[in-house]
Nanobody
Framework: QVDLVESGGGSVQAGGSLRLSCSAS???????????MGWFRQAPGKEREGVAA???????TYADSVKGRFTISKDNAKDSLYLDISNLKPEDTGMYYC????????????????????????WGRGTQVTVSP
């Protein structure tokens, strides 16, 4: 069982920046470094959207809608995942979720770690980001 807790959300004006953090706990048999990690967001009335993912090999993918403004990173020593968002836009408003899946499971399924992937099985409760014009 992996517990994920997001933080760093808030209310900001358009053009501002935020750093979202995701702290993982409960990783017992392997370090978080062996997990595919991702960030998702869900705006009111819209479906959840994958925005970024980082694999255990460090390979990173982004949704086209956020390329150039979102940066995903992780600190394996701290079992933490980050999402740096710059030049925030009102359409970035939503609940942001951290997600994880053991990379070995992806290998068994023949899948890749990618933004918006459907294999994530651990989820945080989210942190709210609100961007005003």
């Amino acid at each position: 069982q992996v517990d994920l807790v997001e933080s760093g959300g808030g209310s900001v004006q358009a053009g501002g920046s935020l750093r979202l953090s995701c702290s993982a706990s409960g990783v017992t048999y392997t370090r978080l470094s062996n997990y595919c990690m991702g960030w998702f967001r869900q705006a009111p009335g819209k479906e959840r959207e994958g925005v970024a993912a980082i694999g255990n090999d460090g390979r990173i993918t982004y949704a086209d809608s956020v390329k150039g403004r979102f940066t995903i990173s992780k600190d394996n020593a701290k079992d933490s995942l980050y999402l740096d968002i710059s030049n925030l836009k009102p359409e970035d408003t939503g609940m942001y979720y951290c997600a994880a899946i053991n990379a070995d499971i992806l290998i068994l399924r023949g899948r890749e770690c990618r933004s918006g992937g459907n294999d994530f099985n651990y989820w945080g409760r989210g942190t709210q980001v609100t961007v005003s014009p």
